[in-house]
């Protein structure tokens, strides 16, 4: 997720449970090869411990996905993944990410790309089941036919972004097509899973073969537990402090203060007085202002 799932806010998450495998923020392999590419290299910033891990790239240019497939292969990701999901406008605008839905010859001229840039690590594709209307069949069995090592699959189309219920029937579908194809690609489903105990569900509901976590971290940090586990406030502010001071540690000013608020919500959300902390908290500009709210408490 897009100034989410950064290196730091992942290495929050171990300190909860780690999950199988961690993502990174989706890299433009376009902006990598450009001036201001050191922005773009931070989306690419990880731990040795957030291992295994898997670099997700978009764009339009084949060309720029092999070269950023090497270089992510030199800098130790375990896996490539091809963002053909995305429902940002102005990405599908430029032909990227979920316009690659109806673009079938781009889409498998960027998966060659990839697998000729790194042709020894996993390539996944993350989409979803249409631009505006749906198209299980026809674009996930197009995919299927790559060769791919996974795809994860979104059950709703761009348009619909996460406005209306995941289509699981759909994801279900995509199941379906790849084992009447006897396709060896594994399927993962996404979208409205909260937590591992319920996509263990779901895998054995759907049949996938797993399942990606995305907004449901923000409703429990320990969503990849294979337990329920309750978190006090003791807890989630201890947890805060560490996101903060990380924050700070690895950034060093490189990123704007203001990126932590939005996750504020998530390590205050159900406590007693939750509102008025979030407040105080929306207030600060530093991670000392920060550390004296949680203080006091």
């Not at 998450?13 to 773009?40: H, M, R, V, W």
């Not at 406030?233 to 990126?259: C, D, P, S, V, Y």
Request: one cysteine or more.
């Amino acid at each position: 997720m897009d100034d989410v799932t950064d290196t730091v806010f992942r290495q929050v998450i171990l300190k909860t449970c780690q999950p199988d495998i961690f993502y990174t923020e989706f890299t433009n392999c376009e902006g990598l090869f450009s001036a201001g590419s050191e922005k773009i290299m931070q989306r690419l910033k990880f731990a040795k411990e957030e291992k295994p891990i898997v670099a997700q790239l978009w764009g339009i240019n084949p060309d720029n996905f092999e070269k950023a497939a090497r270089f992510c292969k030199k800098l130790g990701f375990d896996g490539i993944d091809i963002n053909m999901g995305c429902p940002d406008k102005k990405a599908v605008k430029k032909g990227a990410c979920a316009a690659l839905i109806q673009n079938h010859n781009l889409a498998q001229k960027i998966i060659k790309a990839v697998k000729k840039g790194v042709p020894n690590l996993p390539i996944s594709v993350k989409t979803r089941i249409g631009l505006d209307k749906i198209i299980t069949e026809e674009w996930i069995g197009f995919l299927l036919k790559q060769n791919l090592y996974a795809i994860t699959v979104h059950g709703r189309t761009a348009r619909e972004l996460s406005k209306v219920p995941c289509h699981w029937d759909e994801i279900a579908k995509a199941v379906k097509i790849r084992n009447k194809m006897g396709s060896k690609t594994l399927i993962f489903g996404n979208g409205d899973v909260e937590d591992k105990i319920q996509g263990l569900k779901f895998c054995k509901k759907y049949g996938v073969d797993g399942v990606m976590i995305g907004r449901g971290i923000f409703k429990n940090l320990w969503a990849f537990s294979d337990k329920e586990h309750k978190a006090t406030l003791q807890e989630m502010l201890e947890l805060l402090l560490f996101h903060a001071r990380l924050f700070n540690k690895t950034w060093l000013g490189t990123k704007n203060f203001n990126i932590l608020k939005k996750f504020f919500k998530c390590y205050t959300l159900g406590y007693r007085n939750a509102s008025k902390l979030r407040k105080k908290l929306m207030e600060t500009s530093s991670v000392k202002e920060v550390e004296k709210i949680i203080s006091t408490l």
